[in-house]
């Protein structure tokens, strides 16, 4: 009798030869690489969809960026402290950014996993670089983990994206509390709801200090997701 005879009121899930009928193509090679290809599509997918939502994240900081620079010098009465709010903005999209950073980078270091020991593989059999690559992977799927520690994937977002971000509002502060208002004393105009210019010019310079340590402050890399230390344009070589 053949799977499709099988009465529905007789199956069970809960059978071993049931609960396992993937495990045949673990040691099954044509069965193995038949499936292979649609995981590997799926990952790519995700990896893919977790990239857009990174991609937003950053449009919706520019754009966020752009509003408060056409704002704070359309002159009248706004204040010099609304390009402090939008310091405080983009640090809320940095901080969401880092988390879709570390998810993405994970599930693209499965689909380099793959790459480097299957698909690089098929095109030069040299060996494969992890020799336990499949045993990694089914691991990290029962039980997935992030590869990449906080601080790395904050330094790697600010280095990419949000440093910029952070130089066009900082500098566009400073010219905005001295040479956009040259009639009045810097102290005055930096002053935040009855806050010295001096103590907020002070926390600002210690905040920009902080950024600039993380984000040049040297790490280990762990992360996958990214080219990194090579020529444009040129092809990875070993030796």
């Known amino acids: 009798m053949s799977d499709s005879d099988v009465d529905p009121e007789d199956f069970d899930s809960t059978e071993p030869e049931e609960r396992d009928v993937a495990s045949e193509a673990a040691t099954d090679h044509e069965k193995f690489l038949s499936m292979l290809p649609h995981y590997y599509r799926g990952e790519v997918a995700q990896a893919n969809s977790l990239m857009d939502r990174l991609d937003l994240t950053v449009d919706w900081a520019i754009a966020v960026v752009t509003a408060v620079l056409a704002l704070a010098f359309q002159g009248g009465d706004v204040t010099a402290y609304l390009l402090l709010i939008g310091i405080v903005a983009v640090s809320a999209f940095l901080l969401f950014d880092v988390r879709r950073y570390r998810i993405y980078d994970a599930t693209r270091a499965r689909v380099r996993l793959l790459e480097e020991n299957v698909f690089a593989n098929t095109f030069d059999p040299a060996g494969t670089p992890v020799d336990e690559w499949r045993k990694e992977l089914g691991t990290d799927l029962r ?81 996958r997701g990214e080219f990194h230390g090579e020529e444009p344009g040129r092809w990875k070589r070993s030796e």
Request: charged share 15%; hydrophobic share 50%; proline share 6%.
């Open 143 to 223: 039980r997935p983990t992030l590869k990449v520690s906080y601080w790395e994937a904050l330094s790697r977002r600010l280095r990419r994206v949000y440093f910029l971000l952070y130089l066009l509002l900082g500098g566009a502060w400073v010219f905005r509390i001295t040479l956009f208002t040259p009639g009045e004393p810097w102290t005055e105009t930096a002053s935040v709801s009855g806050v010295p210019g001096e103590i907020v010019a002070g926390v600002v310079a210690i905040f920009f200090v902080v950024v600039v340590a993380v984000t040049f402050w040297p790490t280990g890399r762990r992360a």
